[in-house]
């Protein structure tokens, strides 16, 4: 009897201690749980989550096309006489001049080359002398004067404007098989670059 009594008593003594434990850890967890909500995070067992956390996307952005850089515009060259012609426009004049020479040798009529000449080579007497300076070239034209289009002028020096607003440029374009050599003064006239006096022939080239 006694040995039953022993027991009982020893398990009504675990059954007491088990709810002993079990009240403490119910305990210590709603502490844990009571810390946690005054911390500011609602549940202890969630992991917090910050931005370095969070997995990275790539967001391909649209192609697009720059801005389209507007050309700058060269104005274009218009003689005024108050300055001798920029090279470019200076090496057209200047083969302009002996293509036309070439033109009205070859034509044997002066008259082809009066819109390139100043009036004064126009009047009856100043005609006659043309002729006369003309003739070499038509009796036998230089095949190098079709061929100045070719090369670029070489110029012995820089053209310079004077006071009288005419300049005189010089030098020679490098044909073959001989060059020709050039020296001729421009004057402003109608709006235009006229030639006035020229010397204009053909030399073996050094």
Known sequence: MNHKRGVVLVGVG????LLVCTGGLATTLMLLWHRAG????PDPFVRSTSAANLPKTTYKLPATRPAA???ATVPAYKPDGKQVPPEDELRKLLTATILDVDKAARAKDVKLLFPRLIGFWQR????????????L???????????VGDVAP???KPAV?????????GGHFPTAPNRVNFTFTYLFENGEWKL???????????
């Open 124 to 135: 009856i007497e100043s005609t006659e002398k043309l002729r006369g300076s003309m003739k």
């Open 161 to 169: 404007l004077t006071k009288e607003g005419e300049f005189t440029v």
């Open 196 to 206: 006035g006096n020229w010397s204009l022939g053909t030399a073996p080239l050094p």
């Open 154 to 156: 070489i110029f012995s």
């Open 14 to 17: 675990l059954l007491l201690l």
């Open 137 to 147: 070239f038509e009796d036998r034209p230089p095949p190098e004067f079709a061929s």
């Open 69 to 71: 850089t507007p050309k």
């Open 38 to 41: 005054a911390d500011g995070d």
